[in-house]
């Protein structure tokens, strides 16, 4: 078995394709009408289609239980970015414990957004800020070797 796509339900297609394009910078690859492939495998899917297939009235939407992940290499441009859109944050950028700068927010649907920087980015970060490779290994708690490949 393997894993193919991952699919949100949406209230308005057009509006939450706009969303992506625009504020994630994502194009439709397949267009089937009620159902819509984005670049990088993010699949959308109409609300009362999905309704249809499950055999249910309602569907639940906001429930702050999932997030769909992506990664920037420039987290900061991307903040600045977002500035541009009416962007409801989930929370803005924030350092986890290991280093990697987030931010998460909402699209349309109040699906959870979550874009990282790329661990190759933070660990690049460390160093240019003049830490040696054992300290970013050890302030990431990362194995040596992956630092090494991260910073040549």
């Not at 009620?34 to 309704?51: D, I, M, P, R, S």
């Not at 939407?61 to 541009?84: A, H, M, S, V």
């Amino acid at each position: 078995m393997k894993l193919k796509n991952t699919m949100l339900v949406v209230t308005d297609m057009e509006r939450s394709v706009e969303f992506y394009k625009k504020v994630l910078g994502l194009h439709v690859i397949m267009d089937f009408g009620a159902n819509k492939t984005l670049t990088g495998g993010l699949c959308l899917q109409t609300e009362k289609t999905y309704k249809d297939f499950i055999g249910k009235d309602r569907i639940s939407f906001g429930g702050d239980n999932f997030e769909i992940y992506f990664e920037d290499e420039n987290i900061d441009k991307l903040e600045k970015k977002l500035k541009e859109f009416d962007i409801e944050y989930v929370h803005p950028i924030k350092e986890h414990p290991w280093g990697q700068r987030v931010i998460r927010f909402y699209d349309p649907d109040k699906h959870i957004i979550e874009v990282g920087e790329s661990i190759k980015a933070v660990c690049k970060r460390f160093s240019d800020s003049g830490m040696t490779p054992e300290e970013v290994a050890k302030r990431m708690d990362v194995p040596m070797k992956l630092v090494k490949s991260c910073i040549k």
